[in-house]
C-alpha cells in the first residue's frame, strides 16, 4: 500500500528526506515530507490526542466520589492533565494541515478511532486505581519510545506529555499499593479490577505485529519506534513482577517468561478488539455522546473566541 502512495513522490526529496530520518534528524513543519508521512502523522497524532480526552471520562466520573480529600485532589489534578496532553496534541497535528474543529468534528461523527480501552466501564474505584497505574504505565512504555522519533511537534510533544505521566505513574501505584494491602474487601476489588481490564491492557497497544496494518511504514520513519509486540513485551517484562509482587494475579493461566526473556500470553480477543475500536464495545455510544454535548454547550464560547472583529464591553464596576 504504502509503495503506491509513495509512486507520485519526487524520488530525489524522498531519498533526502529518508537520509535526514536515518541520521536522526527531526522533520519539522515546514519541511518537505510525503504525502503518506503527513497522513499517517495525523492519523496517529490526532487518535492519540481523541484517547486523552476520551480516556479522561472513566477516571473523570471518579473524582466526585475518590475516597478522602487526597485522593480527590490528585485524581483532579491527574484529569486535568490528561485534557492537557490532548491539547498539545491536537497542536500538533494541527502544524499538519488539519483544523482542530475539523478533529473533533470527526471523533464525535465516529470517524476518528480512538484508544480501545477507554471503551470500558470503570465500576469502581479500584478500575480508576487500574487505569492510573497500568494504563498510564503502558501509555509511557509507548511514549518514551515514539518522543525519539521523526517528527518534530509530536516528539517535543510525547517529552512533556511524559513528564506528567511519571506523576500519574506514582499516583496510580500507591493507589494499587494501598487497595491491594489494605482490608480482603479493598484486595478483592482490585483483584475484580485486574481480571475485568488485563484483556482490554493487552490490546491497547495494538494487534499482533503480524496483522499490523501501518507497523512497518511508520517503523520505517521513525514514528513508531517500537513496534506493537514489542511494546507489549517490554509492559509485562516491567509490570507483571510489580503485579505479583502484591500478590494479585493475572487472568491468565499461560502468562510466564520464557527462557529467551519473551513472555508468553493467552492472545486476546482481537474479534472483540475489531468490534471495540470500530464502535462497537460497551461504552462507545455513551463516551462518545459526552463529547458531542461537550462540543455542543462549548460551541459558543469557540464562536466567540474565533469573531474575528469581536467586541468587548467595559465593565461597569
Ligand atoms: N485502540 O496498524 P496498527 C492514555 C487501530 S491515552 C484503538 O497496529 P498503528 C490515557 C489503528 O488505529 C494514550 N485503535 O496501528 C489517557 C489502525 O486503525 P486505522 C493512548 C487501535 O497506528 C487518559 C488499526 O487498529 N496512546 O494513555 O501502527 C487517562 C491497525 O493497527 C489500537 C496512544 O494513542 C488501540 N489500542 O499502531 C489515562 C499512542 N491499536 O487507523 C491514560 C499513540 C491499533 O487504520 N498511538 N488501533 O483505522 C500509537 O502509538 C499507535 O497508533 C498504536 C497502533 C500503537 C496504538
Request: with cysteine.
Amino acid at each position: 500500500m504504502s509503495k503506491d502512495f509513495l509512486a507520485d513522490e519526487d524520488p530525489v526529496k524522498l531519498q533526502e528526506f529518508e537520509d535526514r530520518i536515518e541520521r536522526g534528524e527531526k522533520i519539522e513543519p515546514v519541511d518537505w515530507m510525503p504525502k503518506l508521512y503527513r497522513k499517517q502523522l495525523i492519523r496517529m497524532i490526532e487518535q492519540h490526542a481523541h484517547s486523552e480526552i476520551i480516556g479522561s471520562l472513566p477516571e473523570g466520573t471518579w473524582i466526585t466520589r475518590a475516597p478522602g480529600f487526597k485522593r480527590k485532589l490528585a485524581l483532579m489534578a491527574k484529569v486535568q492533565d490528561e485534557v492537557g496532553h490532548a491539547q498539545l496534541l491536537y497542536s500538533a497535528a494541527e502544524t499538519l494541515g488539519k483544523s482542530r474543529e475539523q478533529m473533533i468534528v470527526d471523533l464525535i461523527n465516529g470517524k476518528s478511532k480512538y484508544s480501545n480501552i477507554f471503551n470500558y466501564p470503570a465500576y469502581t474505584w479500584a478500575d480508576s486505581c487500574f487505569i492510573s497505574w497500568l494504563v498510564d504505565a503502558g501509555a509511557i512504555v509507548n511514549q518514551v519510545a515514539n518522543s525519539r522519533g521523526s517528527y518534530g511537534p509530536y516528539c517535543r510533544a510525547l517529552e512533556r506529555i511524559c513528564v506528567e505521566e511519571a506523576f500519574h505513574l506514582k499516583y496510580g501505584h500507591h493507589c494499587v499499593i494501598h487497595m491491594a494491602t489494605g482490608t480482603d474487601i479493598q484486595k478483592k476489588m482490585m483483584q475484580e479490577a485486574i481480571n475485568r481490564w488485563w484483556k482490554p491492557m493487552l490490546m491497547f497497544f495494538g494487534p499482533p505485529d503480524k496483522i499490523s496494518a501501518h507497523t512497518e511504514t511508520l517503523m520505517k520513519w521513525k514514528v513508531k519506534m517500537l513496534s506493537n509486540d514489542d511494546t507489549r513485551q517490554q509492559f509485562l517484562g516491567m509490570y507483571v513482577p510489580k503485579i505479583w509482587e502484591l500478590d494479585l494475579t493475572i487472568p491468565d493461566e499461560k502468562l510466564r517468561k520464557n527462557d529467551d526473556g519473551k513472555w508468553e500470553y493467552t492472545e486476546p480477543d482481537w474479534e472483540e478488539f475489531k468490534r471495540v475500536i470500530n464502535g462497537d464495545g460497551p461504552c462507545n455510544a455513551e463516551r462518545l455522546a459526552v463529547r458531542r454535548t461537550a462540543e455542543e454547550r462549548g460551541r459558543w464560547v469557540r464562536e466567540a473566541l474565533n469573531r474575528p472583529k469581536a467586541t468587548y464591553v467595559t465593565p461597569l464596576a
